[in-house]
């Protein structure tokens, strides 16, 4: 009797969401089958892009060969940001780290400011994140949404602490959210609700947090498969969005990618297609050369 | 439905206060309002307690004597404060609790024998949690005949498959779902076995105010799969009218979702809705989140 393999058809689908505007925008998400069930019934019409990471000052603790490919660029955010889109990638993260008021405390307006100039220099979807610190992005974060007014950006993160300030502004001024938890799924889905109240679904992408390999990796990577699953799967409309897997930041953390070029090289890749396998639809890497290794390793499936 | 009344327990600050300054009016006040509101055994739950353990036992055994005529649950890890509890029972008293742990099978299944009273038998053993029917049943079993050997027969074992927080990251809704198919089949495999449960530590880590909805759909569902019994707050009226029968409606509609049946919520009160709900995250169909009444 001939073997036929079973074919498995999904009800959920992941909403797609689109950053930037016109020729300078790129659509992730929409898919309708588990990540790269590529034998089961469905698609993803958009795969995973990645976007490389920017600062807003230069880096107090990257080791040399990570310094390296921007070291003529690297006091200059917008420089680097150019820099980012010749090495190929899909879209840029631009960090407000100088805002943390534990690093710089630099104000909002300043920040604002610079996104908008980053935003203009390049030709590539830009993606804006605060310091982390919750009190201080509700203050940045809306002067970062109004100063690149109507760029349709995605901007974030947006936690439980401040997902209304910062929501609203992100609303009022045409942006997405990038709602970001902490590695819980009950957490997670909790913000979706609270946000979707008076935020479209379609304008959320959901930071699970990611962890390197070897520092907690396979937390974030269940955690996105479960997300993926609850949403296609069995259809619930708070995890249907897609993921944001922002690890460059993590694994060049690790004292592994500091030692040598090699092992951070691999400690970012492998953390990368680890989280894309488990789900990720865009991922935010630090690495020129981490990015290159990835996408051949995409492109050789 | 037998509830077992949990109101007397020391992590409650006035609780514990009262037992150490021998405060008879407060444990008696607790006492009556539970029995009162229909309990069929009122619960002592001491800790550990570490000291004077006799004399402390004797004196709230006998407190709550004096004001309820019920039979008392005695609700401790430590052996010697179980057997001096259960030394002062008026009536039939149920130890509360043993497991499969060799320490619990060695010092409180011999004890049960020993005082002639009904026993609570968890399905924990010495690796911990069985994390599915298959192995919970297996434990429970091998508990069991242990207890049987020992004298105690089915009809005095009251087995308790252990509720966890719905709450924690997907392992509690699927221990929700679990336990009620343990339950559906616990009396093909032990003719004879009561059940009990722990109820409320499935609301355990949900903000306050929700805790109680929780309590109440979960009770329901485990009654329809043939729980015989629960500790539980007697104290909630409308956990007592769900049990009872008075609340027909909300009762079927909680059945009716168990059943996978399509449900209109547009024709629904708002709080007929919310059961509704809340019964969807216990069977494992929504993922739990703070804000499950919300979406």
């Known amino acids: 009797m001939e073997y036929k393999a079973p074919v498995e058809a999904y009800t959920g689908v992941v909403r797609e969401v689109t950053i930037g505007k016109g020729n300078k925008s790129l659509k992730i998400g929409g898919e309708n089958i588990l990540p790269l069930h590529f034998f089961d019934q469905g698609s993803n019409p958009n795969p995973a892009k990645f976007a490389l990471e920017v600062l807003d000052m230069e880096p107090q603790d990257w080791p040399e060969h990570l310094l390296q490919p921007f070291k003529d660029v690297i006091s200059d955010p917008v420089k680097w940001a150019k820099r980012c889109e010749e090495l190929g990638a899909d879209a840029v993260l631009l960090r407000l780290v100088s805002t943390d008021p534990a690093v710089k405390d630099s104000s909002a307006d300043e920040a604002g400011a610079l996104a908008k100039k980053v935003a203009e220099a390049i030709n590539i979807p830009l993606i804006i994140y605060g310091s982390g610190d919750d009190k201080k992005d509700a203050e940045v974060l809306p002067k970062v949404a109004e100063a690149c007014d109507g760029m349709n950006l995605l901007i974030g993160p947006v936690q439980k602490e401040n997902y209304e300030i910062v929501g609203k502004a992100l609303l009022e001024h045409g942006h997405n959210a990038s709602a970001l938890s902490p590695l819980d799924i009950n957490l997670l889905k909790e913000l979706n609700v609270k946000l979707c109240k008076f935020f479209p679904g379609e304008k ?68 990368a297609l680890s989280l894309l396998l488990a789900g990720a639809n865009i991922l935010v890497l630090r690495h020129p050369e981490s990015l290159k290794l990835i996408k051949e390793m995409i492109e050789t499936r | ?100 742990k060799t320490d619990s099978k060695e010092n409180m299944l011999p004890l049960a024998k020993k005082r002639n009273c009904s026993v609570v038998i968890s399905v924990i053993t010495d690796k911990g949690m069985p994390p599915d029917v298959d192995s919970k049943i297996e ?157």
Request: proline content about 4%; aromatic content about 4%; overall charge negative.
């Open chain 2, 139 to 295: 434990s429970i079993m091998d508990t069991a005949a242990y207890a049987n050997e020992l004298g105690i027969p089915n009809e005095d074992i009251w087995v308790d498959p252990i509720i966890l927080p719905v709450s924690t990251a997907g392992e509690g809704q699927r221990f929700a779902v679990t336990n009620l198919e343990f339950l559906k089949i616990l009396e093909d495999v032990l003719p004879g076995v009561k059940s009990t449960v722990g109820l409320s530590n499935v609301s355990n880590g949900v903000p306050d105010e929700l805790r109680p909805l929780l309590n109440r759909v979960y009770l329901v569902m485990l009654g329809k799969t043939g729980l015989y019994s629960a500790i539980a707050d007697p104290l909630d009226k409308e956990l007592m009218s769900l049990i009872k029968g008075e609340m027909a409606k909300i009762v079927e509609l909680i059945h009716k979702t168990m059943d996978g049946e399509d449900i209109d919520l547009a024709a629904l009160s708002q709080k007929e809705v919310e059961y509704v709900k809340t019964a969807k995250v216990l069977m494992g169909e929504t993922l739990y989140s703070d804000a499950w009444l919300e979406s």
């Open chain 2, 1 to 100: 439905m037998v509830i077992i009344g949990e109101n007397i327990h020391v992590i409650a600050k006035a609780v514990s206060v009262a037992i150490r300054e021998r405060d008879a009016k407060v444990i008696q006040d607790l006492a009556k309002a539970q029995a009162e509101a229909g309990a069929g055994y009122i619960d002592l739950n001491v800790g550990p307690m570490k000291k004077d353990t006799e004399e402390t036992m004797e004196w709230l055994v006998s407190t709550v004597q004096e004001v309820a005529d019920l039979p008392l649950s005695i609700d401790t890890m430590n052996p010697v404060a179980m057997e001096a509890g259960l030394k002062h029972c008026k009536k039939r008293p149920l130890l509360n609790s043993a497991s499969g």
């Open chain 1, 204 to 271: 959320i992408v959901i930071d699970p947090e990611s962890a390197a390999l070897g520092y907690g990796m396979e937390y974030s990577f269940s955690l996105m498969e479960r997300v993926k699953q609850i949403g296609i799967i069995t259809k619930d409309n708070m995890t249907m969005m897609p993921i944001i897997a922002d690890l460059g930041g993590e694994c060049w953390k690790t004292k592994q990618a500091k030692e040598t070029k090699a092992q951070g090289l691999l400690w970012e890749g492998m953390t």
